[in-house]
């Protein structure tokens, strides 16, 4: 006696596959496009909730020097200092951003405390996973705005970059190059800049040579970091009513 196969479930099988890969290139679309679901109109993340990032990044318009001084987990370093350089980096500013735009591709100094914390953190949340091409993307900037085969490596830091390109809105490319407060002042002079952004506390010779990368562009210094180092020189640049000696009236 001769019986026909089950159609059924062949035709089941293949639904099921089509539906998972389905699934995991929605995923794959949703993990590069981070910078979409921050701050939106309602919801629990909705950005009313967050008036002082809101604050800071409006301030943008009229001083070009900012700081986000605040605890650790507050999200500087990710919804603070990540999310301004990732607009900045590829204009894709959202409708409600009042702050500083740029309206061409920048150059961009992004900084850490060394090069490994610079690639743990910062280039982390700038880029996903930098040690696996796969996942390169993943963070804030969004994964077609990057192109793998564009980007240096950091001699000596496995997984680390030097300089990445990133598309700009209008067309062009971005720069955004690393660097670490550990290699000095000098690996911070020369090329002129329309963005610094210092996460962590810098140096004070490091902050004000990055202040002086900006002058002839005019452009932006961040800096999101706890203040560990109680009033430094640095903190003290935006808390001067709390140095000795200052007036308190």
Same mark, same amino acid.
Request: charged residues 25%; aromatic residues 10%.
């Given at each position: 006696?001769?019986?026909?196969?089950?159609?059924?479930s062949s035709?089941?099988?293949?639904?099921?596959?089509?539906?998972?890969?389905?699934?995991?290139?929605?995923?794959? #679309?949703?993990?590069? #496009?981070?910078?979409?679901?921050?701050? &939106?109109?309602?919801?629990?993340l909705?950005?009313?909730?967050?008036?002082k990032?809101?604050?800071?990044?409006?301030?943008?318009?009229? !001083?070009?020097? #900012?700081?986000?001084?605040?605890?650790? #987990?507050?999200?500087?370093?990710?919804g603070?200092?990540?999310?301004?350089?990732?607009?900045?980096?590829?204009?894709?500013? &959202? +409708?409600?951003?009042?702050?500083?735009?740029?309206?061409?591709?920048?150059?961009?100094?992004?900084?850490?405390?060394?090069?490994?914390?610079?690639?743990?953190?910062?280039?982390?949340?700038?880029?996903?996973?930098?040690?696996?091409?796969?996942?390169?993307?993943?963070?804030?900037?969004?994964?077609?705005?990057?192109?793998?085969?564009?980007?240096?490596?950091? +001699?000596?830091? &496995?997984?680390?970059?030097?300089?990445?390109?990133?598309? !700009?809105?209008?067309?062009?490319?971005?720069?955004?190059?690393?660097?670490?407060?550990?290699?000095?002042?000098t690996?911070?002079?020369?090329?002129?800049? !329309?963005?610094?952004?210092?996460?962590?506390?810098?140096?004070?010779?490091?902050?004000?040579?990055?202040?002086?990368?900006?002058?002839?562009?005019?452009?932006?210094?961040?800096a999101?970091?706890?203040?560990?180092?109680?009033?430094?020189?640095?903190?003290?640049?935006?808390? &001067? !009513?709390?140095a000795?000696?200052?007036?308190?009236?």
């Amino acid at each position: 006696m001769l019986s026909l196969p089950d159609s059924s479930s062949s035709l089941k099988r293949e639904a099921l596959e089509r539906a998972t890969a389905i699934a995991r290139e929605l995923e794959r #679309r949703t993990a590069r #496009r981070k910078l979409a679901t921050l701050y &939106p109109d309602d919801g629990p993340l909705r950005r009313d909730l967050y008036p002082k990032h809101m604050q800071f990044f409006a301030a943008g318009i009229k !001083h070009r020097e #900012r700081c986000m001084m605040a605890a650790n #987990r507050v999200g500087k370093t990710f919804g603070v200092g990540g999310y301004e350089t990732t607009l900045h980096l590829t204009g894709l500013y &959202p +409708s409600w951003w009042d702050g500083r735009r740029f309206d061409h591709p920048i150059d961009a100094l992004i900084a850490g405390d060394t090069g490994t914390t610079t690639r743990d953190i910062v280039q982390r949340v700038l880029f996903g996973d930098t040690g696996a091409p796969e996942r390169f993307g993943t963070g804030l900037i969004p994964g077609d705005a990057l192109d793998w085969e564009r980007t240096t490596s950091w +001699s000596g830091i &496995p997984g680390a970059f030097d300089v990445v390109q990133v598309r !700009h809105a209008s067309g062009g490319w971005s720069q955004a190059q690393f660097r670490s407060y550990d290699q000095g002042r000098t690996k911070f002079q020369g090329t002129s800049r !329309h963005l610094v952004w210092l996460d962590e506390e810098p140096p004070e010779d490091v902050y004000d040579e990055c202040v002086m990368r900006t002058m002839t562009t005019k452009g932006l210094v961040l800096a999101t970091f706890t203040p560990l180092l109680g009033l430094s020189a640095v903190a003290l640049k935006f808390l &001067p !009513h709390l140095a000795p000696g200052a007036s308190k009236g």
